[in-house]
């Protein structure tokens, strides 16, 4: 698991670890780690000797960062040049230590650079950039290094104009292809569109974690963590005891929903599909071993279930979600389940002990909480979760999933690929087999996330992607995750 912390935390840890060393030597654990990086760039297209480096410098330390790292490379004879943004507030030692390595300033963007060092700002950075430097980073893209390739981009931290604690992108922000942090992961590297600015995300270590003792703002799951976590059967489990995961998907409208959610659910760990809906016979056509009803009242034992994909939003769907909720079981809301919620006319049968998750995309989200999930995708995910008192699944290139208590992770594995119809069907019938195979709901939540993530990489591989390509990617992703 990897592990975000908000600016104030990192800078109250930042002053514990700077008053226990030197003055100076933060910085210069983060210059060289960066410089370091750099170089392994450079080797990569021609090496360091002879490089064109453009540094960008802001005002603040970040500046100071690159102007040290900027040195560093000089050093090793690269040609480093410094376009000061403010030359009246620069970090002086940083920009001495430049000079006394053979770099220099200069007032425009160079017509040839390799490498582009982005250290307008970092974790100060307040509101979105401002003019002189919104105009150098539109420019970046045309410039060109000694191989006629687009010059690399390392943004310094952060990619300069993200909002580091939300992963907002408000205006202009650098986009770059690697970044280089210091001490911790930030919100910016792995929520919203700030994290797709990111590029490569490397983490230099200057000792800052042991002395974080906050808790993180945003988890972010590994491999190895699915592995850890996906149950397995052993000897003595049947299809009983491996969990009944219960569907309430589809209707005569859109049989299909019940489909796709029947094969995520059948990709899953639970040792049994039931199916309880109109789309019954389509169902057990396409998938023999789901066992069948025509409702939720008939469909007999299940230890969770999934409701509300193509389930429409009439009477007869409202009494499927009623009789749902009205059990002790988890229970997955997705779709017109979430829809048939606005308005408060279930209010009374959201009150229930056992676990809830719901799984909205942005509209449904507007649609429930009455504004849309806007600039702060987690906080918002968060806050709405804290009122539903559920797990919050709110889709998008980074998955976000928010329980009650404020606990946020962020999926790692989206794609565009996923931006399909019924790819949600998908996920839902796969969590809900993650639920009834007894899964903490957050955990379900979040392995679905990046099982379906990759289904959705995979599925992407062979051509335009359609959501029963993801559904069918499914098995392949856990056979390579699980080994
Ligand atoms: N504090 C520490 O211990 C360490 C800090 N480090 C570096 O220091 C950075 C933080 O430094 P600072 O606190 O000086 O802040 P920054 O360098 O991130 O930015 C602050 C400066 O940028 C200006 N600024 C703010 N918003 C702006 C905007 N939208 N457009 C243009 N200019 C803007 C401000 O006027 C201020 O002078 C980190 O990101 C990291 O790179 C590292 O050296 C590691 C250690």
């Known amino acids: 698991m990897r592990r975000a912390w908000r600016v104030a935390d990192v800078r109250a840890a930042e002053k514990t670890l700077m008053s226990q060393l030197p003055d100076g030597t933060l910085m210069q654990r983060a210059a060289a780690g960066l410089a370091r990086r750099c170089a392994l760039l450079l080797d990569q297209s021609g090496g360091v ?27 090793r004879g690269a040609q480093v040049r410094a376009l000061l943004l403010t030359p009246e507030r620069v970090h002086l030692a940083g920009l001495a230590a430049l000079r006394a390595a053979g770099g220099f300033t200069t007032r425009d963007l160079p017509v040839r650079s390799d490498l582009v060092l982005d250290g307008i700002v970092g974790i100060g950075a307040s509101g979105g950039l401002r003019a002189p430097a919104a105009a150098i980073v539109r420019a970046l893209p045309e410039l060109r290094g000694r191989t006629g390739e687009r010059a690399l981009v390392v943004a310094v931290d952060v990619p300069s104009g993200v909002a580091v604690d ?32 990111c590029g490569l995300v490397d983490l230099v270590d200057i000792g800052l974690e042991p002395v974080l003792v906050t808790d993180p703002a945003v988890r972010v799951p590994e491999a190895a963590d699915l ?19 219960g569907l309430a998907t589809g209707s005569a409208g859109y049989p299909g929903a019940a489909l796709l959610s029947s094969s995520g659910a059948l990709a899953g760990p639970a040792g049994m599909v039931r199916y309880a809906g109109s789309a019954h016979r389509e169902v057990v056509r396409a998938h023999p071993s789901v066992v069948v009803a025509s409702r939720v009242a008939e469909a007999g034992r299940v230890q969770a279930w999934v409701c509300g994909s193509g389930l429409g939003t009439g009477d007869d769907a409202r ?52 504004e849309a999930p806007g600039a702060d995708r987690a906080g918002a995910a968060a806050r709405l979760a804290a009122w539903t008192n559920a797990v919050v699944l709110l889709k998008g290139d980074r998955t976000i999933v928010a329980t009650p208590g404020g606990e946020i992770w962020a999926n790692p594995t989206g794609t565009p690929a996923l ?65």
């Open 319 to 370: 009494t499927e979600l009623r009789s749902v909720l009205a059990t002790s079981l988890p229970v997955l809301l997705d779709a017109d389940a979430i829809t048939l919620l606005v308005g408060g006319e279930h209010a009374e049968d959201l009150r229930r002990d056992a676990p809830l998750v719901l799984t909205p995309h942005d509209g449904e989200f507007k649609r429930l909480a009455g």
């Open 166 to 197: 939300t992963g907002d992108v408000p205006g202009e922000a650098v986009t770059a292809d690697v970044t280089v942090t210091f001490g911790c992961l930030k919100p910016a590297h792995v929520v919203g569109p700030a994290a797709v600015r």
């Open 419 to 483: 931006a399909t119809a019924g790819t949600g069907d998908v996920l839902a019938g796969l969590l809900g087999s993650l639920l009834a195979a007894g899964l903490p709901p957050v955990r379900a939540a979040v392995m679905a996330a990046y099982v379906h993530g990759l289904a959705g990489r995979r599925a992407a591989l062979d051509g335009p992607v359609t959501a029963p390509d993801v559904a069918s990617a499914l098995r392949p992703v856990l056979a390579d995750l699980l080994g």
């Open 49 to 75: 000797y002879g490089a064109q480096v453009l540094l960008l410098v802001g005002s603040g330390d970040n500046g100071g960062d690159t102007l040290y790292a900027g040195a560093a490379l000089a050093r």
């Open 227 to 245: 592995a850890a976590w996906w149950p397995r059967p052993g000897a003595t489990s049947d299809k009983y005891t491996r969990g009944v995961v």
